[in-house]
Nanobody, 117 residues
Framework: QVQLVESGGGLVQAGGSLRLSCVAS????????MGWYRQAPGKQREFVAF???????NYADSVKGRFTISRDNGKNTGYLQMSNLKPEDTAVYYC???????????WGQGTQVTVSS
């Protein structure tokens, strides 16, 4: 069973920065597509960014140019560097691992990001 643990959330003023981390147990991290999603109160969970095992990144339009996704396979850890944060970025952020070969996926418990205006 794979476990994902996110950290790095918190309260920040608009224009500020945060870096989220996601540590994965087990040995599948390096072959998985690693992604970040978020869910604001009263809204559905939405895609933020993903990074394939081959290093290809994709971002939601709302975060392009402000967020950067990265990974360290040696540490089984993924990151989301968030800059120029806006109040509308306020949400619980979830880490996801997706295994293309099997269609299986795993979610973390989420970390709260709150951006004050």
């Amino acid at each position: 069973q794979v476990q994902l643990v996110e950290s790095g959330g918190g309260l920040v003023q608009a224009g500020g920065s945060l870096r989220l981390s996601c540590v994965a147990s087990g040995s599948i991290f390096r072959i998985a597509r690693m992604g970040w999603y978020r869910q604001a109160p009263g809204k559905q969970r939405e895609f933020v960014a993903f990074l394939t095992s081959g290093g290809s990144a994709n971002y939601a339009d709302s975060v392009k140019g402000r967020f950067t996704i990265s990974r360290d396979n040696g540490k089984n850890t993924g990151y989301l560097q968030m800059s120029n944060l806006k109040p509308e970025d306020t949400a619980v952020y979830y880490c996801n691992l997706f295994i293309t070969a099997t269609g299986g996926g795993y979610w973390g418990q989420g970390t709260q990001v709150t951006v004050s205006s």
